[in-house]
């Protein structure tokens, strides 16, 4: 399996970005994907996650109606929509996937990592 994060820039708070996660080596029906973040001297930390199979989705507090996460089944790419950027959100954007069908927020329970992509957001 591989994961190829890309869409990340320099934006202006208040601004949007749109991060993609091309993924291949497999069908991904049985597995929950994820997009984590980390910022200098911060652990990594869970943002948003969605169930491949049936499109179920779970986001962490502080993007919760700002940020949507999708997937393209037939691209077997995932989406980040990021709205309403703040300079809180400036992080290493990474994609994960777990070969399991059940979204956790635990980073350890992710068997497969793209290369990370960088979110900053300027004041």
């Known amino acids: 399996v591989q994961l190829q994060a890309s869409g990340g820039g320099l934006v202006q708070a208040g601004g949007s970005l749109r991060l993609s996660c091309a993924a291949s080596g497999r069908t991904f029906n049985n597995y929950a994907m994820a997009w984590f973040r980390q910022a200098p001297g911060k652990e990594r930390e869970f943002v948003a996650g969605i169930k491949w199979s049936g499109g179920s989705t779970y986001y962490a507090d502080s993007v919760k109606g700002r940020f949507t996460i999708s997937r393209d089944n037939g691209a077997n790419t995932m989406y980040l929509q990021m709205n309403s950027l703040k300079p809180e959100d400036t992080a290493v954007y990474y994609c994960?996937?777990?070969?399991?069908?059940?979204?956790?927020?635990?980073?350890?329970?992710?068997?497969?990592w793209g290369q990370g992509t960088q979110v900053t957001v300027s004041s």
């Open positions: 994960a996937a777990r070969v399991q069908p059940t979204v956790v927020v635990t980073s350890t329970h992710y068997d497969y």
